[in-house]
């Protein structure tokens, strides 16, 4: 079993950068695809953005050209680079690993406030 944890969250006002980052308890060399979610009050869970373990990434149409997914594997790590924030950006934001059926990671989230 990974643990997940997110670090980097917090207030920031329109147009601000934030980077959040994901340690795992273990490393994440085999899990196949590590990404960001976010859910906003209201709304239903979304995937931001994804990179598999080639580092093939997908974003979310909403964030294409500001947010950018990184992972390192020596370092048991996943950060996202969250730039030219909007008010929309407010969120809880999650970590996950996962490999189909097999296995699913998910961290306690961070809340992201975007707000002047």
């Known amino acids: 079993q990974v643990q997940l944890v997110e670090s980097g969250g917090g207030l920031v006002q329109p147009g601000g950068s934030l980077r959040l980052s994901c340690t795992a308890s273990a490393s994440i060399l085999s899990v196949n695809v590590m990404g960001w979610y976010r859910q906003a009050p209201g709304k239903e869970r979304e995937l931001v953005a994804a990179i598999t373990s080639g580092g093939n990434t997908n974003y979310v149409n909403s964030v294409k050209g500001r947010f950018t997914i990184s992972r390192d594997n020596a370092q048991n790590t996943v950060a996202l680079q969250m730039n030219s924030l909007k008010a929309e950006d407010t969120a809880v934001y999650y970590c996950?690993?996962?490999?189909?059926?097999?296995?699913?990671?998910w961290g306690q989230g961070t809340q992201d406030t975007v707000s002047s």
């Open positions: 996950r690993g996962w490999g189909g059926n097999r296995y699913d990671y």
